[in-house]
């Protein structure tokens, strides 16, 4: 059986845009391969406690030099946080595909997906001193913009998340990752944005249409590999 690991991170239970696509994307593949274990992470509604990366790093002595707390030496609240970072890390593992759905909030990462990042990165297996567990498996990001940030519009360059999430799953967790955007999804709800509606709703579908894309091709890859053969529904 495929595992894939999904995090969401919109504060937006209903309603939210990178959730859709990304749901999308997971029933593409569950309708190809037949079963599909999701191993979910949902930031945005249950976030990381904010203080568990400082605790985790504090007991971990994490970019000082100094050498970690012994086990007797940690305090109730490190000692939580580590075995947060080793749940999480341990989510990742267990999956062979993973799906990041990430909006975009104040022109940066949403604080609840740094949060979950950062902490990961506190966990001995995900730091960013050793090579990747996870290095080369398929992964796809799906971010969600209010506006548009694309060459020549006036906030050009303004889309700090998606760099820095690029950043960490590509070239720090090695990952194979695709990139799902979708766009301007303030229009319908902002009314200085109305003209930008039809702009808003082409990304929006090609934004689903590249994830149920994407979701094919994930199932095809694991359908041809044996490792990952399962019996269709
Ligand atoms: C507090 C807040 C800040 C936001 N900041 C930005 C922003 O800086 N740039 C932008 O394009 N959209 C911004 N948005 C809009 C979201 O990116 C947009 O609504 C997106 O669709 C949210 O993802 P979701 O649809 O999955 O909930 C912001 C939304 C909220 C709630």
Redesign the pocket.
Known sequence: MSTIFRLDS???AV?????AVASTLEDAVREQVGQLDVIRRDVGVFPLPATAWAFATQALALGVHSAPKARGERTADETTAMALATDLADEMLAADAYLF?V?????GVSQHAKAWIDLLITEPRFSVKVPSPIAGRPAYLVV????A?GPGTPREGW?HATPWLRRIFEDVWGLNLTLIE?EL??ADVNPEMASLRDLAAASLGQAHAAARHAGEQLAKQWMASPAHASTPA
């Open positions: 919109s504060i937006r309603g939210s845009q990178s959730r759905a909006p975009l909030y104040n022109y969600a913009r209010g506006g940030y889309d979708v999804t303030l």
